[in-house]
Structures are given as structure tokens and as C-alpha cells.
């Protein structure tokens, strides 16, 4: 039997090494996974593509719908559906460019005024 420097059999050495090393391994898995977000999938991108697809479809469907009622009780055909389609194609445009993150969303704060700083009376 081959003795380590340690006096432990060199076999009971290597398999306590391995063990070691596959605690650190699986640990460093979990970190990784932790980083990426373990809630993901492989999947997620055609998951990604499939809700912008299904954004933009949306957004044209109900313009399309919206311009053909207008069309049939008005009787305005075919204008109301010429231009409530170009709105929903804007419409469904934005909300891709919303959900991929290319446009931010708008801010209920922007337009409200700034405080005004406190006037001093002495100047006047």
C-alpha cells in the first residue's frame, strides 16, 4: 500500500480530493445559476420572441377592429379602418419597443412643475 506524505493511504486521499473538488463544483453551479436567474430556461428567448410578436399582433388586431367598427356604424368605410390600422401598427410597434427595452416608459412625474425655492421679501 502506496503511504502519502500524511501517513493516509494514497487512494483515501485522492477520493477525499474528489470529493472536495465536487462540492466546489456543484457549489460554484449553484452560484452561476443564481447570477443567471435560476427561473429561466433555455427556452427564453423564443419566449421573448413570441411575446413581442404576440405585442405587435395585438396592437394591429385592435386598431384593425377598432377602424372596421367605426366603418360599419359610421359608415365612413373604408377611412376609420385605414386609420386605425396605421394607429394600432404604431401602437404595436411601441409596445415592442417597450417590452424589449429600446423605449422607456413614460414618467407620470414629467411634466409636473418643480417647487419653487422661497422668495425673499427683502430683495423687492
Not at 465536487?22 to 453551479?29: G, N, P
Not at 430556461?41 to 410578436?53: H, T
Amino acid at each position: 500500500m502506496v503511504m502519502g506524505s500524511d501517513g493516509a493511504p494514497e487512494g483515501d486521499r485522492i477520493d477525499a480530493r474528489l470529493k472536495e473538488l465536487k462540492d466546489r463544483l456543484e457549489a460554484e453551479r449553484r452560484r452561476d445559476a443564481e447570477r443567471r436567474g435560476s427561473g429561466r430556461s433555455d427556452n427564453s428567448g423564443m419566449g421573448q420572441a413570441l411575446k413581442l410578436g404576440s405585442e405587435f399582433v395585438a396592437g394591429v388586431l385592435v386598431g384593425a377592429g377598432l377602424g372596421y367598427a367605426i366603418d360599419y356604424y359610421v359608415g365612413t368605410s373604408p377611412w376609420g379602418l385605414i386609420v386605425f390600422l396605421l394607429l394600432g401598427f404604431a401602437a404595436g410597434l411601441l409596445n415592442v419597443l417597450r417590452a424589449a427595452g429600446m423605449v422607456a416608459e413614460p414618467d407620470p412625474h414629467r411634466f409636473k412643475r418643480p417647487p419653487e425655492p422661497p422668495r425673499d421679501d427683502k430683495d423687492t
